[in-house]
């Protein structure tokens, strides 16, 4: 999809959203006859990187046993 659609579907602003793909927290879009499309795959990968509010980091665990 096209950045604006793509920025649409994570629920952030255009600018925020080449902010993200310039530090590589989503990835860089596909290309077609000079047209910059972002896969829907890659965003949700993005998005189910995100942590949850009030749930810790997946790492905050590590090397810790209960």
């Not at 902010?19 to 860089?28: E, F, N, T, Y």
């Amino acid at each position: 999809m096209k950045v604006a659609d793509a920025a649409a579907y994570i629920g952030t602003s255009e600018t925020n959203f080449r902010r993200l793909v310039d530090s590589g927290a989503i990835r860089q879009p596909l290309e077609r006859g000079g047209e910059r499309l972002w896969d829907i795959r890659d965003l949700d990968e993005h998005a189910d990187s995100l942590p949850r509010c009030g749930e810790p980091l997946a790492n905050e665990w590590a090397g810790q046993t209960l």
